[in-house]
């Protein structure tokens, strides 16, 4: 079956092939090519019909914010681009049409306060049958990990068993995101948490079946589908189950498992310039703990909201929008 249904549909073809040669994914450009050769197709197109108002109305079609209006818009130029190299047109019609502007990214931060109440919430769910209690136990403590200490939630549910040493009250993290390998210690609570998780694997008879060390009772690996259900339902049971919300130009985001990491970096650089010092000369450090590749990638906390001022914003941008 083909992908595409317009009379763009074999130059649409080689152009992904061309991409693929090049080396580059090429999923989120199928997606958007999709997009476009449905309206081409609904607007019964021709080469005539491609001049900058209709690459506009086509714009305004997309029921998307404008961050992914202006990815699929980058990736039609491109194709059009790809166009004039085969000489199949002369000049790029979206090429003088200014991108739309981003809407600013408020991401969800818990305060140490709400970190506490959802780990406890955690540990109050786990179900005591012997098919969940495995698997709810393994999570808990991949939300301490990401809690306590800013790991990815790939990071923990790729954590080895030989990964943790206890006498260390240390863990290894091997080949993350940005491919670096880091040693990093943990607080008393997280290897009490770990330490209690292997002797309930001891009872479920775990005879180092796995090497990981988060898995469920199975013994299959704890997934991250596993790790969502878990985090709606305890996030529903404490009452901060909050929707993403839209407001002018600004996107509220809702608590997900990556806010807790977010929130471990927000909340140390907080409570280091609460103790009188530089959070500034802490990035260095907080960046290797967190495995970031360049401590600039770990500025960008320096700029994101605590709860409080996140939660005074919010309530601002909804206040000015009622009146409007």
Same mark, same amino acid.
């Not at 818990?110 to 109050?124: A, Q, Y």
């Not at 479920?204 to 469920?216: G, I, R, S």
């Not at 280091?272 to 770990?298: C, D, F």
């Given at each position: ?139 808990? +403590?991949?939300? *301490? %990990?990401?809690? #306590? ?5 790939? @990071?923990?549910?790729? &954590? /080895? ?32 948490? +770990?330490?209690? *998780? %292997?002797?309930? #694997? ?5 005879? @180092?079946?796995?090497? &990981? /060390? ?32 839209? +407001? ?77």
């Amino acid at each position: 079956m083909k992908r595409f249904k317009s009379f763009l549909n074999e130059q649409m073809e080689d152009f992904i092939e061309y991409r693929l040669q090049l080396g580059y994914s090429v999923g989120n450009m199928v997606h958007y090519l999709k997009i476009f050769d449905r309206y081409v197709v609904g607007k019964k197109s021709t080469w005539t019909s491609f001049n900058p108002l209709f690459f506009l109305e086509f714009r305004t079609s997309i029921h998307y914010e404008n961050r992914s209006k202006n990815m699929g818009f980058r990736m039609v130029k491109m194709f059009f681009n790809f166009l004039i190299r085969k000489d199949l047109i002369q000049e790029n019609p979206l090429l003088e049409i200014a991108q739309l502007p981003k809407n600013q990214i408020v991401p969800f931060i818990f305060s140490p306060e709400e970190t506490d109440l959802l780990l406890n919430g955690v540990i109050k769910l786990i179900r005591r049958t012997e098919q969940s209690y495995l698997g709810d136990f393994s999570a808990y +403590i991949s939300f *301490l %990990l990401m809690a #306590r200490c800013g790991l990815r939630i790939s @990071e923990t549910l790729n &954590l /080895l068993k030989t990964n943790y040493m206890p006498e260390e009250r240390t863990i290894y993290i091997k080949e993350t995101k940005f491919k670096k390998d880091r040693l990093i210690p943990i607080p008393k609570a997280v290897v009490t948490g +770990i330490n209690n *998780l %292997l002797n309930v #694997r001891q009872l479920f008879l775990d005879k @180092e079946a796995n090497p &990981l /060390l988060l898995v469920k009772g199975n013994q299959t690996k704890l997934s991250k589908n596993y790790m969502y259900l878990r985090f709606k339902k305890v996030i529903k049971y404490i009452n901060l189950d909050q929707p993403r919300k839209v +407001i002018g130009t600004t996107n509220f985001c809702g608590p997900s498992n990556h806010s807790l990491r977010h929130s471990f970096a927000v909340n140390t650089l907080k409570r280091i310039k609460l103790q009188g010092k530089s959070p500034q000369n802490a990035l260095p450090v907080l960046a290797t703990y967190m495995g970031h590749s360049e401590y600039r990638y770990t500025t960008k906390y320096l700029k994101v909201l605590d709860a409080e001022h996140r939660r005074q914003m919010f309530d601002f941008s909804m206040s000015m929008n009622e009146g409007l």
